[in-house]
């Protein structure tokens, strides 16, 4: 989502990160004339064609560029709206031995996921301090 790319370019910034390198954005054309100004701040932001005139098969396509990549082993699920629901059932399809980290803690579809799946109750999986989570649950996952 365009919202979430301010967020993803400031913790990188804070965790001396370097994001163009590190972070591969992936919007779909559909939105953009909402483009945020950060993409200018990514190296490897991949544009995706829209499907003319039709938002959900628009993002569905984003959606399985995104997620049949190969090289993923991890997947983050953090807030979100509709769309996470859809991006986990695709990223399970694609990966279904991958780990998956469902963050309930700001609340959003990733925590009504959470709840469904009754993974709530895991130790640190309410707490908001994500960088003792993510070091915590992906630290094994790491090169």
Known sequence: HPAITPMIWAICEDLNIDYSRSVVLYQSRFFEDQFPDENQHFGNVV???????DREASLLR??????????????????????VEAEY???????PNAKVLLVPAPGGAARQLAQRLGVIDHAGMDDVDFARLFHTELAAISD
Do not use: C, K, S
């Open 47 to 53: 544009f995706v064609d829209a499907v003319p005139n």
């Open 62 to 83: 984003m959606r399985r560029e995104m997620l049949a990549r190969q090289d993923l082993r991890a997947a983050v699920f953090i807030g979100g709206m509709e769309g």
């Open 89 to 95: 059932a695709l990223f399970r399809d694609f990966h």
